[in-house]
């Protein structure tokens, strides 16, 4: 029995149990308000460790936007000097 976690913009997080795998679950009503919520996406087997570092792994996996200030220079790629050898594949 599959369970998924939603967050509700005014009740907070909230479990829901289904009896099927099947259909799109990223949206639901919360059971408190109806009012339409997101879906928590949890890393795996966390439930073992302290909140505080399931919340960091969990941050973690959010992909992080960057401006190209933050990324740096663009790297320029160099092509190895190796020895003048006419024969060998590759020169």
């Given amino acids: 029995m599959p369970s998924y976690t939603f967050q509700c913009p ?3 997080e909230f479990t ?3 009896k099927s795998m099947k259909g799109n679950r990223d949206q639901a009503a919360c059971p408190d308000c109806q009012c339409e ?3 928590i996406y949890f ?3 966390l439930f073992s460790y302290s909140k ?3 919340t960091r792994i969990e941050k973690g996996m ?3 936007r960057m401006t ?3 990324l740096g220079p663009k790297q320029v790629k160099r092509k190895k000097v190796t020895a003048n050898r006419p024969w060998q594949v590759g020169n």
């Fill in 16 to 18: 829901l149990f289904f």
């Fill in 37 to 39: 919520s997101s879906r």
């Fill in 62 to 64: 959010e992909p992080r």
């Fill in 52 to 54: 505080e570092l399931r």
């Fill in 43 to 45: 890393a795996p087997n």
């Fill in 68 to 70: 190209r200030e933050e």
């Fill in 10 to 12: 005014n009740c907070g």
